[in-house]
Structure formats: C-alpha cells, structure tokens
C-alpha cells in the first residue's frame, strides 16, 4: 500500500520541483519544435504551442510564488540558458517518416512521465495554496499529453 500521507514537501521544495520540471519541459519542447521543422512545420508548431504552455506555467508558479512570498523557489535565470540535449542520434532533424514517429513517441512518454509527476505533486500536496495551480497543472498535462497521442497516431496513419 502507498501510503501518500507520510510524505509531506515544503512548499518551497513543491515549488523548485515544479519549477525545474517545467523548464525541462520547455527545454525539450523548444528541442522538438527545432529538429521538426525542417521536416514538418505542423508538428513543429504543435510543438512551439506546448512551450508556450509551459512559460505559461512558470509564470503561473512565479506569480503563486510571489503571493506565499516564496518568490526566490522559482529559478528562472535558466530560462534565457537553454541549451539543446545532446543526441547520439544520426542526424540533429527529423529526416524521414520514421525517425518522425519515434520522436515524437518518445515526446508522448514523457509527456506521460510529466503527468504522471504533477500528479504525485497534487497528490503529495499539503499546502493549501498550491492546490488550484497543480490541479490545473494536471489537467493541461493531461491534455498535453492526450493532443501528442493523437498527433503521433495522425503520424503513424502515414506511415503505412
């Protein structure tokens, strides 16, 4: 049995772990909307949308973090330092149907994993003023990763 209650963060550590989670997040949907764009400008722009969404959130964060005067939790020095993953991937850009569709299955899983991480915050969750802005994390999460799901299947119907 997980027993969910005996773990409590502070809502400062709620904050950083949210916080760092998202700039990867924006991180890696930056990468994606860059190496598809050559290839398919729509899932490139699917992709740049989704990083959008995530600047949304961390300015959410930051402003939820300046009302609990817990402003100096959210790091964003990193946000103008975004340097792109190192691959040890053959080619930087999607170059074909194939490599398309395992990009953008491995984007569905973590975009899986990243729902699956808010919700351990929600879950985890004491602090009251955190409730709404990690509920609603969850669910664009959620739908974040409902609309990849449904863009790699679009993918795969091509691909046969």
């Not at 975009?111 to 003023?129: D, K, R, S, V």
Request: charge should be negative; proline fraction near 2%.
């Amino acid at each position: 049995m997980n027993n969910l209650s005996a773990l409590s963060l502070l809502p400062q550590e709620q904050l950083n772990l949210a916080c760092s989670n998202e700039i990867s997040e924006l991180k890696r949907y930056r990468w994606l909307a860059l190496i598809f764009l050559p290839f398919d400008t729509s899932v490139s722009r699917l992709m740049t949308a989704i990083s959008m969404e995530c600047v949304h959130r961390l300015c959410n964060l930051q402003e939820v973090a300046r009302k609990m005067e817990l402003g100096a939790c959210i790091n964003t020095e990193q946000l103008g330092k975004i340097h792109f993953l190192k691959t040890k991937e053959q080619h930087f850009f999607v170059v074909d149907d194939q490599m398309g569709h395992q990009m953008l299955a491995k984007a569905e899983e973590a975009a899986q994993g990243a729902c699956a991480f808010f919700g351990w915050l929600l879950e985890t969750n004491a602090t009251p003023e955190l409730h709404n802005i990690l509920f609603d994390f969850v669910k664009q999460k959620q739908n974040e990763y409902r609309i990849l799901q449904d863009c790699r299947e679009q993918q795969n119907q091509g691909l046969y």
